[in-house]
């Protein structure tokens, strides 16, 4: 089972969605995988119930078939990335092993059959798949292009059962037209969000954005820019906390012939070719501090640049709502041996009575990421709003409590992005970050933990682009949010700098709203039988890069289901003549290589026939 570090991908997932007790059920996997010059066998990691068992793994490809064997390196290799006990219930991994190596000349597409007998306990349970080949230092990564990983997958026992939906996540049209313009401000990432009365709940107050690097000039008819310059950071003011665009100015110096940064290095240990990137910030009285990265350019390229410190920003504004009173203070907990950094002002999260918390605690938690070994992991400080500028009062989190060296800091969690959020909801604490081309979230009960493992709740069609384009540093936004969703932008970003002038629209930020009704129950429900026969709505419709298709069957069956498009070509078969056991059944679709269109999805059985249809936006 060849898995290639490029290209691999999970692309269809069926499973029941409940089965008895002690019984037998077939989960497939299809996976996807680019060519290797190199020979390697495939890894399949299973994430289980404890008292669960796996009976049989086969796979089939054009270059191969074969078994997954149990290997128990790969087992205490699954274990130590991803530790079972941060997922939900009692866990544990089974690693299994291709039998055979392969090196595919082209791409290929890999079938995987896994028969499982599931254990004796009630309840609704989550389910993990991930695959990667066989070598060295993949496994760890996070790197869903090198080791995916997807979870969770619930599962309901008994047969009957249901586990309710967790995570509803669409975009924002409203918030994405706010940023998409053609004069001026063009497009920038970053983006943060300072509530200007302090409240972390949304009631209409003012907010400051905070972007750094972004593009100044014109977009022309035709989707590209022209006559355009780049500015490590600007803001801009939006009245109230809705995405109207006749309530928001976009900021930057323009007091000399070109454009020019909001904020430039001015500490007593900045040099020349330093410049911001900007983070989070907060307000407290009468001030707005803004933590902020002090970078160095080192050459001409687009990221030759090292990181020199942090600093933290200080003012207030005018009347026209531009920075005023700037005090720039290098921050002493800045950690850095050789390549390896840590540092704070990432995130933060306004605690004190003004924040309007639920579980306020008088204290500002300030995180940042900290390299390690599987890429970024969380360390934290805090300190009471009244002392921020005292930096002898910060106290940071050793792992067992707070510590007034920040050397001594410990990692809270890990597989974090460079930027990210972690805000308070629904009474827990939600972490939200990038991992590889998807925003996922982690919840903990404190601020400072234990998490749960990450989920990825959606996943950005934008690196469907092209191969240069990629995503980064998704946030939460509560204090921008709705009563019943959060939130959440990530940045769209490509390595071809050209691209962005050609392509305007891939170098600005995007916004989703993730429902937060119900977000953390578990508890599996009880639900009808199953119909007869019935093909339900794929769900999300419209949907891009991926949908689910779920259909019923009451009795043991052979099922096949099939895609059309509008012309009634056949584009994919999905299941040919494979045999279900009654239940519900869920499958996902991710189309490649097809533009937007209305597509058709068949369900046959023998002698029943039922077709839906679905629109693929790209």
């Known amino acids: 089972m060849p898995l290639l570090l490029s290209s691999c991908k999970i692309t269809q997932i069926t499973q029941p969605q409940s089965a008895e007790l002690n019984s037998e059920i077939t989960v497939r996997l299809t996976v996807q995988d680019g060519a290797d010059a190199n020979v390697h066998k495939g890894v399949l990691g299973l994430l289980l119930p404890s008292d669960w068992r796996v009976l049989e793994a086969v796979y089939s490809s054009t270059v191969g078939d074969g078994d997954l064997e149990y290997s128990t390196a790969w087992t205490d290799s699954l274990a130590a990335c991803y530790p ?23 791409a290929i597409q890999i079938d995987i059959e896994v028969r499982l007998q599931t254990g004796a306990s009630p309840g609704c349970f989550k389910l993990g798949y991930l695959v990667t ?4 230092n993949l496994l760890c990564s996070g790197n869903d292009g090198w080791a995916p990983f997807s979870y969770p997958n619930p599962i309901a026992l008994p047969a009957g059962a249901s586990c309710p939906g967790e995570y509803e996540v669409r975009r924002s049209e409203a918030w994405e037209q706010l940023v998409t313009r053609s004069s ?21 107050q003012d907010h400051l954005i905070i972007f750094s690097d972004t593009f100044i000039g014109q977009v022309d008819a035709s989707g590209r820019r022209v006559n355009s310059t780049i500015v490590n950071n600007t803001l801009a003011h939006l009245q109230g906390s809705r995405p109207d665009p006749g309530r928001i100015a976009f900021m930057w110096d323009q007091s000399g012939a070109s454009p020019r940064a909001v904020f430039t290095p001015a500490t007593p ?19 707005i501090h803004l933590f902020a990265l002090r970078l160095h350019t080192t050459g001409s390229g687009a990221f030759d640049w090292k990181l020199t410190g942090v600093v933290l920003l200080s003012f207030t504004l005018d009347e026209n709502h531009y920075p005023a009173g700037v005090q720039q203070r290098d921050l002493p907990f800045f950690m ?10 990432q995130a933060i999260l306004p605690n004190s009575a003004a924040s309007g918390n639920s579980r306020a605690d008088g204290y500002i938690y300030i995180y940042g990421p900290r390299d390690d070994s599987s890429g970024k992991s969380l360390v934290a400080g805090r300190v009471r709003p009244e002392e921020l500028l005292d930096f002898t009062a910060w106290r940071f989190w050793d792992g067992s409590g707070w510590n007034s060296d920040h050397t001594a800091s410990a990692s809270i969690t890990n597989r974090i992005s460079q930027e990210f959020s972690l805000s308070e909801l629904n009474g827990r604490y939600i972490l939200v970050c990038q991992i590889g081309s998807a925003v996922a979230v982690r919840f903990g009960d404190t601020p400072i933990g234990p998490f749960e493992m990450y989920r990825e709740i959606y996943k950005a069609p934008e690196v469907e682009i092209s191969d240069n384009v990629f995503i980064y540093n998704a946030k939460a936004h509560p204090s921008l949010s709705d009563a019943d969703s959060l939130l959440i932008t990530y940045n769209v970003n490509t390595l071809d700098f050209g691209e962005n002038l050609r392509v305007a629209d891939i170098y600005h930020p995007r916004f989703i709203k993730l429902a937060t009704a119900g977000i953390g129950s578990g508890v599996a429900e009880p639900v009808p039988p199953p119909a007869a026969f019935a093909l339900l709505q794929n769900y999300p419709n419209p949907f891009n890069p991926a949908t689910e298709i779920a259909f019923e069957i009451n009795e043991r069956t052979e099922v096949t289901l099939r895609i059309h498009n509008a012309r009634g070509q056949l584009v994919e078969t999905l299941l040919e003549s494979r045999s279900f056991a009654p239940g519900r059944y869920t499958t996902r679709w991710q189309p490649n290589n097809l533009g937007s269109g209305l597509f058709f999805y068949t369900l046959e059985t023998y002698g029943r026939r039922e077709t839906r249809k679905m629109m693929l936006i790209q």
């Open 84 to 106: 079972p006990a941060e997922f939900e219930g009692e866990m544990k991994w089974v690693g299994l092993l291709s039998d055979q190596g392969y090196a595919p000349a082209a």
């Open 133 to 136: 080949k066989a070598t060295t």
């Open 184 to 204: 001026g401000w063009t497009g920038a990432d970053g983006i943060y969000s300072i509530p200007l009365d302090g409240s972390e709940q949304p009631h209409g």
């Open 269 to 287: 240990t900045a040099v020349a070719n330093d410049f911001y990137w900007l983070m989070d910030g907060v307000k407290i009285d009468s001030l």
């Open 336 to 345: 850095k041996d050789g390549e390896l950094t840590a540092v704070l002002g």
